[in-house]
């Protein structure tokens, strides 16, 4: 479901070679999200993916235990992360914190999305 998302074939780059751009406008976004209700879990993953730019191998084994609300990341561990070798840190930015803090209390242990 998550290797690629909503705006993929946007693009005239193929992003297995280079870093592809995809210039959607507001409205063309705002399309996109009327066609998902916020009970959907696709729609949580359409928010997180887009406020915090978390790659879709990241999506993928997002847990609660990486969400740390109080320093505002979503922080992986090294080799956590499929196909790189460091971790890193997301910033959490108030449009994903909402959905993340929901899905954080459905799903304690195991993968968000």
Same mark, same amino acid.
């Given at each position: ?9 946007? =693009? ?10 995809? =210039?959607? =406008?507001?409205?063309?976004?705002e399309q996109v999200m009327a066609e ?26 997002? #847990? ?12 992986? #561990? ?36």
């Open positions: 479901m998550n290797q690629h998302f909503p705006g993929h074939g946007d =693009t005239a780059t193929d992003s297995h070679v280079a870093f592809p751009v995809i =210039t959607h =406008t507001r409205e063309q976004w998902y209700k916020p009970h959907d879990p696709f729609y949580g993953y359409l928010v997180v993916i887009r406020a915090t730019g978390c790659r879709p191998q990241e999506m993928r084994v997002m #847990e609660a235990r990486h969400l740390d609300f109080a320093a505002g990341v979503i922080h992986f #561990e090294d080799g956590e992360i499929p196909g790189k070798k460091y971790g890193r840190d997301v910033i959490i930015p108030q449009a994903a914190e909402d959905v993340l803090k929901q899905l954080a209390l459905k799903y304690p242990e195991g993968p968000l999305f």
